[in-house]
């Protein structure tokens, strides 16, 4: 038996799950204290079940999210180590910032030494503005960490108290501004993180639960719960990675889909590409900034079944903010659900209120209720289909960057719209007509995203170089470097060498991972040259275990 | 000149990492692997001053808008090769209509030293991406004055050969003295043909000049000509390997001196020409190029090794020497007459041998223009072409009828063509009609007319 919980800004919901068949759900409004509801929906959806039979728990949360969105963290201080390049009055990373002297290059040589002066200076001049946070910086870094670790070094020396974080194991990808951010976030989020994983804790020792706990990731993926401290940035905006899920789990397998989510005010959309969820090509953006954060592709639309209405000349038009429900259900303003009941697409409301709620917007314009109606239906099923193709787009023109690549990416278009979220019963058949797709409301749609957690399968990875020039290979989450042999190494061994270490991180993670399961998702081959000669060979490779979704659910049943 | 207030600079990178011309050729796949570290670690395509785009493939037909392929373009190009044309095509395609304000195609293969006609591999090119991409705007955009300035360190001799008779397109090429380098060809007295003259500019620079002889010749000769040519739109095949650390050149040019060229220039559209030092100028002249399309600060781009260059006093009153004598050619250039040794009836005619170092083919070229007082003439090419290793490529005439061809021009044109195939010694027949964007091509064993219609 799985439990799925997803702790939102406003509901906290869960799931049982048992042989592919939900056995209970629960919703609860999230209170303050959230160890109280994650207990409350622990008890609803485990109530008659044998704990022992429990063998895993997967936790989706908004919280650091909202905790990043609200800054209501420490103040954070970046200690960077750019280098020559780009000039650094085009970063803005919303954090104070002190640039210190040295450089890596592209091959993790160093071209500029540290200046151990200069950062004892620029730490007393942090410690004086009561910094004590810091996150340490450096282009290349993943190449070459010494730099960073030197400067956190000095650091524990100087400020045993400190809390300091490394670029090159918060954000191990090139890019430099991204791993800074990705750094920032890691130091601010850390310690608020760790007090979230303690209620968790606390919260399933009460209960005397005792499987295996992960917490979802924004890419689908999962890590488990102890291990998730380390990255604590990973587990943001995982809300719409669930939900994806559990579109995925509740329709057909290999479809092409599209998962539509309309909430209150926003819709979230996601891409599922023949049976997988379709990753962003840039990263999470968290408060306007990008980061290393891998992340499913999804896309708010400013729109919802609360959604004000109003004119603008002679337009309806929306405004992006709530002031209430439905005027059907006692609210202030017409909205998108008033022309739902006029057109006896949903059973919500008072259908006179409804009425009299277009027809005050329509008037103007001389349109009766039921044209008025019509109008913010299509209004609201347009500006979604508009996002929908614009995803569509925006994924054929990625770049790509070899030749097999360019050419094998082919047109693909969805067969299935599939809503989920309260608002979707009401728009999804005319938003899947506009598409030319299926319209699909799967059942416990209200609780996709608890599903979603539920049977999200353990993710790991783990990055290689090997450079044969130099004799040494490094496992970049890791920080790991070990030797390898000069003549005989070939990229058979690097392989060997990434799985190896793979399985034993996940034996680690008490995670059991088949060889033959490992997927390769990056693989680069280079030679290095010296004037003409080959000087030897650079390895680059990513291996992961499986993403996606450990079962679907059965649902013959509802 | 574009409105460009707020808009992006586009970048297609495509460094074909699946792609060599043979596994030890300095034109292989890691060429750019040290410019995408940089370019990635910088976090150049998140800057909202940039716009990252995927390529395209150019079509068979936009390449026979501008070569004659023998025997056919399928048999001279590879996917690389319609991806690296297509990117230039696609980044102009958005210029031209105003959604980006200059672009850089950083791909690979490059492609100035192709001539109009292709028989093989040239100085590690087989089509001319530019000259496709400028053939395109002038159908699909209606633009007819480009200028085209080629800043590689060897002589751009395919994009000279395709326009030398074309008075709309203004080529001006600064490299290394043909004398010191491959092609060997370059001069300043390769001026363009009888209705193009001095519309082919050859600035020839001595090995060792460094940033400052440069600027000399940006603001001496370049900007000038440019500010009276008026050009539409301004490509710049920017070869990388002036460049101090380069394998192949002897010039002393900086990562800075590249990007206040740029600067300087202010070209609508650069693509990626030669340059093979791949760690040590690459990441650095690609970035400040980059940075200055894009209107952003690049004075901190340096080299790790960089120091200060001088030259000395007698090369640089050779450069200044050079300049004087182009500007004056330049201000002569509807003042001369064709050379009277050239000229047979009406048509001006001259013989050209061509050599394609990769694949060790030998061409023969009678090129033909009909001297018309109301266009710029149709030409004709008679080419003939023996391998290395004694196969024949086959005899071939060419026929090019330019976009500004007057009706009588092509009348004639097309009544050689139809004449030509009824003659056995040409294997293949072609021709190019770029008023109507119908390209046909006769082969003679099978009788057999290809269409290509756009
Ligand atoms: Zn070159
Ligand atoms: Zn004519």
């Known amino acids: 038996m799985y439990v799925g919980v997803d702790v939102g800004g406003t509901f906290t919901d869960a799931v049982l799950l048992s042989n592919g ?11 303050a204290d959230l160890l109280e509801s994650i207990l409350e929906a622990l008890d609803v959806v485990l109530k008659d079940v044998n704990i022992r039979e429990l063998k895993r728990i997967v936790f989706s949360t908004t919280v650091i999210t909202n905790l990043i969105a609200g800054q209501k963290h420490d103040k954070v201080a970046l200690l960077l180590i750019p280098g020559p ?53 450096g282009k290349f870094s993943p190449r070459n960490s010494a730099h960073e670790k030197r400067v956190a070094a000095i650091i524990k020396e100087k400020y045993p108290d400190w809390q300091a974080e490394l670029g090159f194991r918060a954000g191990p990808q090139l890019n430099f501004p991204r791993r800074a951010v990705t750094t920032c976030l890691t130091c601010a989020t850390r310690g608020p993180y760790r007090i979230f994983v303690n209620s968790v804790r606390q919260a399933l020792a009460k209960r005397e639960i005792t499987a295996e706990v992960f917490i979802l990731k924004a890419d689908g993926g999962t890590l488990p719960l102890g291990n998730s401290v380390e990255q604590p940035v990973e587990t943001i905006f995982s809300g719409p990675a669930a939900s994806t899920l559990g579109v995925q789990a509740l329709t057909p397998p290999d479809v092409t889909e599209v998962a539509v989510d309309i909430g209150g005010t926003t819709t979230d959309i996601a891409l599922i590409l023949n049976g997988q969820p379709l990753l962003s090509a840039k990263g999470a953006r968290v408060d306007e900034q990008l980061t290393q954060v891998r992340a499913l592709a999804v896309k708010s639309v400013p ?90 787009l925006e994924w054929e023109q990625e770049p790509a960057y070899r030749i097999w690549e360019l050419l094998q990416k082919k047109k693909v278009r969805p067969s299935i719209v599939a809503g989920v979220g309260g608002g979707a019963d009401g728009f999804i058949s005319q938003i899947a007509s506009e598409l030319g797709c299926q319209p699909v409301i799967p059942p416990y749609a209200p609780v996709a995203n608890a599903i979603g957690a539920a049977v999200a399968r353990p993710t790991l990875q783990v990055s290689l170089r090997a450079d044969t020039e130099q004799g040494y290979y490094n496992i970049r989450e890791e920080g790991f470097q070990g030797k390898i042999d000069r003549q005989s190494f070939n990229e058979r061994k690097a ?54 979704i450990a079962g679907r659910i059965e649902i013959g049943g509802k | ?24 050729h300095p034109e292989r796949e890691e060429r750019l692997l040290y410019t995408r570290d940089q370019i990635f670690e910088e976090g150049i395509m998140d800057l ?43 980044l102009a395609d958005e210029i031209a209509s105003g959604r980006l304000k200059n ?68 080529f001006i090429s600064f490299h290394q003295d043909g004398r010191t380098l491959y092609p060997g060809t370059g001069f300043t007295n390769e001026a363009g043909g009888p209705k193009a003259y001095a519309r082919t500019i050859n600035i020839p620079l001595p090995p060792g000049t460094t940033d400052e002889s440069l600027m000399y010749v940006v603001d ?56 093979y030092a791949i760690e040590t100028a690459l990441p650095y002249v690609n970035m400040g190029i980059i940075l200055a399309l894009a209107g952003l600060d690049y004075t901190y781009v340096r080299e790790p090794d960089l120091r200060p260059f001088k030259e000395s006093p007698d090369l640089a009153s050779d450069v200044r020497w050079t300049v004087d004598k182009l500007m004056r050619q330049w201000e002569k250039r509807d003042l001369v007459v064709p050379n009277p040794e050239h000229v047979k009836g009406n048509y001006y005619q001259q013989v050209k041998s061509i050599y394609y170092d990769t694949d060790g083919i030998n061409e023969n070229q009678l090129e033909k223009l009909r001297l018309c007082g109301n266009c710029p003439g149709y030409l004709t090419i008679d080419t003939k072409a023996t391998h290395g290793y004694g196969r024949t490529g086959g005899r071939a005439l060419c026929v090019s009828i330019p976009f500004t061809a007057c009706s009588s021009c092509r009348a004639e044109a097309e009544d050689l063509y139809e004449q030509s195939k009824k003659i056995k010694e040409y294997q293949h027949v072609y021709l190019q009609d770029k008023p109507s964007d119908i390209f046909l091509s006769y082969d003679s064993a099978s009788g057999q007319e290809r269409r290509s219609e756009g």
């Open chain 1, 21 to 31: 068949v939900i056995r209970a759900t629960a919703k609860m409004p999230t209170k």
């Open chain 1, 85 to 137: 390049g780009l000039s650094h009055k085009h970063y803005d990373f919303k954090a104070e910032v002190c640039v210190l002297s040295g450089a890596i290059d592209y091959r993790g040589r160093e071209i500029v030494p540290l200046n151990e002066k200069e950062i004892e200076e620029a730490l007393s001049g942090l410690a004086a503005k009561g910094f004590k946070k810091v996150g340490v910086v």
């Open chain 1, 303 to 392: 729109v919802g079944g609360d959604s004000v209405l109003e004119l603008s000349g002679n337009e309806i038009v929306f405004r992006p903010e709530r002031l209430g429900p439905a005027y059907c259900m006692g609210g202030p303003a017409p909205t998108p659900t008033d022309a739902l009941r006029v057109l006896g697409l949903t059973a919500l409301g008072d259908e006179d209120k409804a009425r009299e709620a277009m027809e005050d917007l329509g008037a103007p314009l001389g349109m009766s209720a039921g044209e008025a109606a019509g109008k913010v239906m299509s209004l609201v099923v347009n500006s979604i289909t508009e996002e929908v193709k614009k995803m569509f």
């Open chain 1, 495 to 548: 392989l060997e060498l990434a799985r190896e270490r793979l399985l034993g991180k996940a034996a680690g993670y008490g995670l059991d991972v088949a060889l033959d399961d490992i997927e390769v998702t990056y693989q680069e081959v280079f030679n290095m040259i010296r004037g003409w000669d080959t000087a030897g060979r650079l390895y680059d490779l990513t291996v992961q275990t499986p993403r996606g």
């Open chain 2, 1 to 24: 000149m574009r409105e460009s207030i707020g808009k992006q600079t586009g970048l297609i990178f495509f460094p074909a990492f699946d792609w060599a011309i043979s596994p030890t």
């Open chain 2, 48 to 90: 909202p001053q940039i716009s990252e785009y995927a390529p395209v493939l150019a079509t068979a037909h936009d390449i026979a808008r501008t070569h004659f392929c023998v025997p056919r373009v399928e048999d001279q190009t590879t996917e690389a090769h319609l991806i690296a044309a297509g990117a230039a095509i696609l």
């Open chain 2, 103 to 170: 672009g850089f195609a950083l791909v690979r293969p490059p492609g100035h030293h192709s001539m109009r006609v292709v028989r093989g591999n040239r100085g590690f090119c087989n089509i001319n991406n530019e000259a496709i991409m400028v053939d395109y705007l002038r159908r699909h955009h209606g633009i007819k004055r480009v200028a085209i300035v080629d800043t590689d360190v060897h002589h751009g001799d395919g994009t000279q050969d395709i326009f030398w008779h074309d008075p709309d397109v203004l």
């Open chain 2, 220 to 275: 001496n000769l370049i900007l000038p000509v440019l500010n009276d040519f008026k050009p539409e739109f301004i490509v710049n095949s920017a070869g990388q390997d002036n460049h101090y650390t380069d394998p192949l050149g002897s010039m002393k040019i900086t990562a800075q001196g590249y990007a206040r060229l740029t600067e300087k220039l202010r070209p609508d559209l650069a693509v990626l020409e030669g340059g």
